[in-house]
């Protein structure tokens, strides 16, 4: 008797072409964060203070990107950072830093989901969000289920459709701008509205730094990527270099567009979310440019944007759970890849408490959901932290135990001044991340307890691990800089 089943992969499969990669990091940092949270950045804090907090951001994201970028071409693994983490610094620092990777992530399928039926709403008011979510939900688990190449080819498209919604917005904007498509040239009066483009102090200002930090999250995956990447040290560098140019540029470019043509003082501004698509500042440019369906097409851009999230959020978080179990830091059945090469067990179960958290957004009036997405909205910057620890580390051990810095496929530039100036500013982000709490009348400690709680829990699992496994910080002579076979070696 002969058996039809596929026996499971021995590893995973690199199957994301060049093409998969730079979209993948593209995509990810292209979304709500641009078609929504910029307008409401505007407003807060002028164009002025966007721009400028959007480019302080944009370096330390690029800094990371760099420090990324040399890890994932000398050691490409999948789920890389509890990999880096535990090999550079710590077993115990791996364990906190993989776990907190997996359930910010985790948590973000949860929060697209609901997301995903607010948008829905928009065309049916009148349906119902369980099945709009189960609907959802079965096409990220499929997606991702049928292998590597699969998530590659859907992000792909995901991030097309917002590239070119953006082309097209800073081309529509610009001829606008100077009086090419209707209307007369606007010129500076509302950038310069009451004399000045910054508005709102300094407190206005942290606040869109911190709007502007999870905005750019996303951009890491390329790092989750690159073990199932055809040729990761050809592939991330090349990656890496195209998008933060990219990425910068429509930031920048948009906020420009949108501080020249709508007043900061417009109240829609104010008004940018889910439930508003309508007043989107992507939406009120278009309508001024007399495209009277904007706000459909602004919402199915938005629709495409939140499902590329929860469908990244899904890839990534089974990633670093396969490469926890591979490294002993997860049940080694979350290590089990189907015919594939697809973690079967860490994709199931990251599916599970993706939808039991987003099924608590319907029970106690969300509060319990309401708790699991403020701590996972801190989770991403402390992962941008340990990217620039592990990189830190990595370099000195690289030096400690005599190579030569040539031997680098990709070299980050800058160092050690990068990941020192992405790591302050990170713990300057984190800090700030609800300084509201501290200067009102009275301490507002609930408000602390809810923005700062996922500090405290990682500290709790990384000082736990590494009390219970005596684990420590590992010498720089003895940390391991072997890499597993890649199909270019």
Request: charge should be positive; charged fraction near 10%.
């Amino acid at each position: 008797m002969f058996s039809s089943k596929k026996p499971p992969a021995e590893s995973l499969k690199q199957s994301l072409k060049a093409r998969h990669m730079t979209m993948i990091a593209l995509g990810g940092s292209i979304g709500t964060g641009l078609f929504l949270a910029s307008g409401s950045a505007i407003s807060s804090s002028g164009p002025g203070g966007a721009i400028l907090a959007y480019i302080a951001v944009g370096l330390m994201v690029y800094f990371l990107m760099t420090s990324l970028g040399e890890l994932a071409t000398y050691m490409p693994e999948s789920g890389s950072f509890s990999t880096y983490a535990s090999r550079f610094v710590s077993p115990a620092f791996g364990f906190a830093v993989g776990w907190n990777f997996w359930y910010n992530w985790a948590i973000t399928i949860a929060a697209e989901l609901a997301a995903a039926t607010v948008i829905i709403k928009y065309w049916f008011p009148h349906s119902s969000s369980i099945l709009w979510s189960l609907l959802f939900l079965v096409l990220m688990f499929g997606l991702n289920f049928l292998s590597a190449k699969g998530y590659g080819e859907s992000e792909y498209w995901f991030a097309i459709i917002k590239i070119v919604t953006v082309v097209l917005f800073l081309t529509l904007g610009v001829l606008m701008i100077f009086g090419i498509f209707g209307g007369k040239p606007v010129g500076l009066s509302n950038f310069n509205l009451g004399g000045s483009s910054f508005h709102g102090g300094f407190f206005a200002f942290i606040g869109v730094f911190m709007a502007a930090g999870f905005s750019f999250q996303g951009t890491e995956l390329i790092g989750v990527a690159a073990g199932e990447s055809e040729n990761p040290r050809k592939n991330v560098p090349r990656a890496i270099k195209q998008v933060f140019w990219r990425i910068l540029i429509f930031y920048i470019f948009s906020i420009i567009v949108i501080g020249l043509l709508i007043p900061y003082t417009n109240p829609n501004l104010i008004m940018n979310n889910l439930e508003n698509i309508g007043v989107s500042p992507f939406t009120l440019v278009f309508e001024k440019a007399g495209l009277a369906f904007a706000a459909s097409v602004m919402n199915a851009v938005i629709l495409s944007s939140v499902l590329s999230a929860g469908n990244s959020g899904m890839y990534a978080s089974t990633r670093v759970l396969y490469a926890m179990a591979k490294d002993g830091l997860a049940p080694k059945k979350l290590g089990k890849l189907n015919s594939r090469g697809v973690p079967i067990n860490a994709l199931l179960l990251t599916t599970g408490i993706g939808m039991l958290a987003f099924l608590a957004s319907f029970f106690g009036d969300g509060v319990v959901y309401n708790w699991l997405l403020n701590a996972s909205g801190m989770c991403g910057f402390i992962n941008w932290l340990g990217i620039a620890v592990c990189h830190f580390r990595f370099r000195k051990a690289f030096v400690a135990q005599g190579h030569s810095l040539d031997e680098l496929p990709y070299r980050a530039r800058w160092f050690p001044f990068g990941p020192i100036f992405a790591f302050i500013l990170c713990l300057i982000a984190i800090a700030g991340q609800n300084l509201g709490a501290f200067t009102g009348r009275s301490i507002d400690w609930y408000g602390i307890l809810v923005s700062y709680i996922s500090v405290p829990l990682f500290l709790a699992i990384w000082l736990g691990y590494r009390l219970k496994k005596r684990s420590r910080i590992i010498p720089l002579d003895q940390c391991d800089l072997t890499t597993r076979p890649a199909s270019e070696n």
